[in-house]
């Protein structure tokens, strides 16, 4: 399904992963019961393509988020990025790692620290990575503030997170995700707790984002409608296992698994008189 | 730390506080003692009979209840009780929140360490605690101040500090560990964040106001202790405080016949220690919306 | 018939910074027997509404002005000790988190059988027996699976039992607040037709609340979209969804991605709705609306009518009435 082409350029390559997360055990239990989350998936990005991983809850696509920006370790398998392994960086090598793999996350509402303003939010990858000095770190910050749409950038950069809605605080959580310029993010379910009208623009962001950076990005969303509307390409993730890998436009026509085809038949719509 | 965003906090939970009954009463009775604080400074200053330590009325020689020159009486070596008293004050003051303080740093850096690195040290750090926890601090105290002789106040609050660590970090490690999977700390490790930067720039606000609460706690505890301590004769002999009162009404032989020798200090044990025990009380409303009336904007 | 029929409904929370309107001056009204959708975004008073309609609403809310009426009876007036007689037995929720609704400690007939008990404690066993599996096949759970505990349910049949807990007491009208918001898509689509088959079978007045315009439409025939605390644009299913006049409705349908609609995306420029705490005294919708005049920033907006079921709040008629379409 996943085979390695030599002629195409893959920003991040997921080989065999599988991922086992033991709950502690009870004590009464007889035996250790284990969840396998992921279970030897095979995945290749391309450079600068939107990737849409698609599942319901727990189909193991939030871990694979996870593992791709080294939240997680695999339980078996290997990530490459840029054709290096990532379980193996460390020190100096694992900080530039980290300045060229990002995160989104899903909640606006924890993803930022209460205690720190938005310019303290949005500085902080610059300054663990030392980029920069003080001046040029702050006007940084105003400009992608400004390009994430929180214009004018100064109006925002002392404010803090109580004071914006949830997808003026999604923005912010974009801003600290681009500012260090990654070639990757993921972006796990970033609109799932916003309303359509605004996640439909945060759509649009990352979509000017991908094309002002040239970024590559990892979409995760359980809802199939939103993957065909962002991504080239999209992995349909059950149970830990893909099910099946597609272009969008295919994905959506001719669905080859029964279960793909199940998750189309039964999205909301209302066009045709369903 | 204390940035823009805390001091708002701060203020409205200063708001909330004090329209809180107990808090309004914790910190009336607060300002009394600390009145009386500020006031063994000055005392002196009148004379050297006023001394709460070494001044002498000469002419008197046992114990005299309240007149106009010893407004709440004398001891039987004709030590002004009033300056004692006061003295009193500011001791417990220094007794308790500097034990307070000491064990809520000790507290707060254990619990966040043990609650972000988990593991052995995780478990090494909390059994250290449970050891510390389960002993008598009081008894402990006493044998240690029959085996070494009477201690300096400095170093009775420094035991105490020390007794009285595990409580607090208990408490601050389950907050961490909750705070620890908490998308913005996995936003930071994922820039790039060291762990002492998410410690003290992540965590540490968002644990801060928790350890405070139980500081006031500490407080109370410390207080308490000095004064059984001084009361049973293992105190600083140098230095005036409410329990070294009460031990000299005892030792002395007035326990039943100068009520306004032993009442005055007795008194002021219990009031101060339930001024920072209301604090608390209040403080803990202000920590846990679910006991507000209404949730925070 | 009619069946609930709200006037001037104006609800307000009383909050630190003032008093909140979060539903200002609604009406509708809900023949017997039919569903009745409400559709809007968060913060948009339709949790509210539901939560008035159950008399639920908390402590901190008042009911300003306005009536629910319901059987003859208003419900505004009902003192707690006779909303306990309604609640349950009149009317009934499906809630919004299912998962938390039943009792983990007791087997599901058991809690079933007890709604049912609360308001007929006289019925015979023969009969509440004959009562529970009739439930039970309503919904489509095996007979065989009634004495099982919540926790050997999955979330799906945790959201069956929850709709057969609703119609125990065979209520004449019941709330539905988000019943699907935290299901996956699959059982999301099955209870949908759970939902829609129940309702179509026992006839029941269904007042649906969700914030996905598509999921409120595959239930009910009837929509009304509300912005801001206020009903915008009401009428049927088809007139909303093929012929959108208020221009909420058309950001609304237009930022709504679904399978089927790639091509009739429009992203709209939308901020956060206005503050409810002050009055507001124009439209609402004026500062993201993109037809908007300077009327509208000024005056109150009212009911323009497009058909006999079908109509919209908004200050310019000729705009609302000239099929301005989708753009």
């Known amino acids: 399904m996943a085979k390695t082409d030599p002629k195409k350029n893959f920003l991040v390559e997921i080989k065999g992963v599988t991922k086992t997360y033991f709950p502690r055990k009870q004590f009464f239990a007889r035996h250790q019961n284990k969840v396998l989350a992921l279970n030897g998936i095979d995945l290749c990005i391309e450079t600068g393509e939107i990737f849409g991983l698609v599942g319901q809850s727990g189909s193991g696509k939030t871990t694979t988020g996870r593992l791709l920006v080294r939240l997680e370790h695999p339980t078996a398998g290997h990530i490459l990025f840029n054709k290096v392994p990532i379980s193996g960086l460390k020190g100096p090598e694992l900080k530039k790692f980290r300045s060229r793999a990002q995160m989104i996350f899903q909640d606006p509402y924890q993803s930022l620290n209460p205690h720190l303003s938005i310019a303290e939010t949005v500085m902080e990858p610059l300054v663990v990575q030392k980029i920069g000095t003080p001046e040029t770190r702050s006007e940084k910050v105003i400009h992608t503030l400004e390009t994430v749409g929180l214009s004018p950038g100064k109006a925002f950069y002392n404010r803090y997170p109580h004071q914006l809605s949830g997808g003026q605080r999604q923005r912010v959580a974009i801003a600290r995700a681009v500012v260090v310029e990654p070639e990757f993010i993921v972006a796990d379910e970033p609109t799932s707790m916003l309303d359509a009208t605004i996640a439909i623009q945060l759509f649009k962001l990352l979509r000017e984002i991908k094309e002002t950076f040239g970024m590559t990005f990892l979409f995760i969303t359980h809802n199939l409608a939103a993957a065909r509307y962002l991504c080239d390409r999209i992995a349909v993730i059950h149970e830990g296992h893909i099910v099946e890998i597609n272009t969008a436009e295919k994905i959506i026509r001719n669905p080859e698994h029964p279960y793909t085809k199940k998750l189309i038949k039964v999205q909301p719509g209302f066009k045709y008189g369903r | 730390m204390l940035n823009k965003y805390s001091l708002q906090r701060f203020y409205k939970g200063w708001q909330i506080f004090i329209e809180n009954p107990l808090g309004k009463t914790g910190v009336i009775i607060l300002v009394v003692f600390m009145f009386m604080a500020i006031a063994s400074f000055f005392v002196p200053l009148i004379g050297p009979m006023y001394d709460p330590m070494t001044g002498i009325d000469p002419d008197i020689r046992v114990s005299t209840g309240p007149s106009l020159t010893h407004w709440l009486g004398t001891d039987n070596v004709g030590r002004d009780l009033f300056a004692q008293l006061l003295e009193g004050a500011k001791v417990a003051f220094i007794v308790g929140l500097s034990a307070a303080f000491i064990s809520i740093v000790i507290g707060t850096l254990v619990g966040m360490v043990a609650g972000y690195t988990g593991g052995l040290l995780d478990a090494f750090l909390m059994r250290t605690a449970d050891i510390i926890m389960v002993l008598p601090s009081l008894v402990i105290l006493l044998i240690l101040a029959s085996l070494f002789g009477q201690f300096n106040i400095w170093i009775i609050v420094f035991i105490i500090a020390i007794m009285r660590w595990p409580a607090v970090s208990r408490v601050i490690r389950s907050q961490t560990l909750s705070l620890k999977h908490r998308p913005f700390i996995e936003a930071s490790r994922v820039a790039g964040a060291s762990h002492l930067r998410i410690i003290f720039r992540h965590i540490m606000p968002n644990v801060l106001p928790l350890a405070f609460l139980y500081m006031t706690f500490r407080v109370t505890a410390a207080i308490l202790v000095e004064a059984a301590l001084s009361f049973l004769g293992f105190g600083d002999p140098s230095q005036v405080s409410w329990g070294m009162m009460l031990q000299w009404v005892w030792k002395s032989g007035h326990m039943f016949q100068a009520p306004y020798w032993l009442i005055p200090p007795g008194m002021c044990i219990s009031l101060l220690t339930l001024a920072f025990y209301l604090l608390g009380r209040a403080m803990d409303e202000v920590l846990d919306p679910r006991l507000r009336k209404e949730g925070q904007a | ?327």
């Open chain 3, 1 to 327: 018939m009619t069946l609930l029929s709200v006037k001037n409904l104006s609800i307000g929370y009383k909050t630190k910074k003032g008093l909140l309107k979060a539903v200002d001056n609604i009406s509708f009204d809900l023949e017997k027997g039919l569903p009745l959708g409400f559709v809007g975004e968060s913060g948009c008073g339709k949790t509210t509404i539901g939560m008035a309609l159950m008399g639920l609403l908390p402590e901190n809310a008042v009911i300003l002005e306005g009536s629910i009426q319901f059987q003859g009876e208003d419900l505004v007036r009902l003192t707690e000790k006779q909303w306990r007689k309604v609640r349950g037995a009149k009317i009934a929720m499906i809630f919004q988190a299912a998962m938390n609704a039943l009792n983990p400690v007791h087997r599901v007939d058991e809690q079933i059988k007890e709604a049912i008990i609360t308001h007929q404690p006289d019925m015979s066993d023969a009969d509440l027996s004959d009562r529970l599996n009739a439930l039970f096949d309503l919904v489509d759970i095996p007979v065989a699976r009634m004495k099982d505990y919540p926790h050997e349910y999955s979330g799906g049949m945790k959201q069956r039992v929850i709709i057969a807990m609703a119609l125990a007491c065979d209520p004449d009208l019941i709330i539905a607040d988000e019943p699907t918001t935290a299901l996956d898509v699959i059982v999301q689509d099955q209870i949908l037709k759970e939902i829609r088959k129940v309702q179509q079978k026992i006839r029941t007045g269904l007042i649906f609340i969700s914030h996905d315009i598509a999921v409120v439409a595959s239930v009910c025939d009837r929509i009304c979209v509300m912005y801001a605390g206020q009903i915008v644009e009401t009428g049927t299913k088809k007139e909303v969804f093929t012929s959108p006049r208020h221009p909420y409705t058309l950001s609304l349908l237009g930022s709504y991605l679904s399978l089927d609609n790639l091509d009739d995306i429009v992203i709209p420029d939308m901020q956060e709705p206005p503050d409810l705490l002050s009055d507001i005294g124009s439209c609402r919708f004026a500062d993201n609306c993109r037809v908007c005049s300077e009327t509208c920033k000024k005056e109150e907006p009212g009911w323009v009518q497009i058909s006999a079921t079908h109509k919209a709040f908004c200050c310019e008629p000729q705009i609302i009435r000239g099929s301005h379409g989708k753009n």
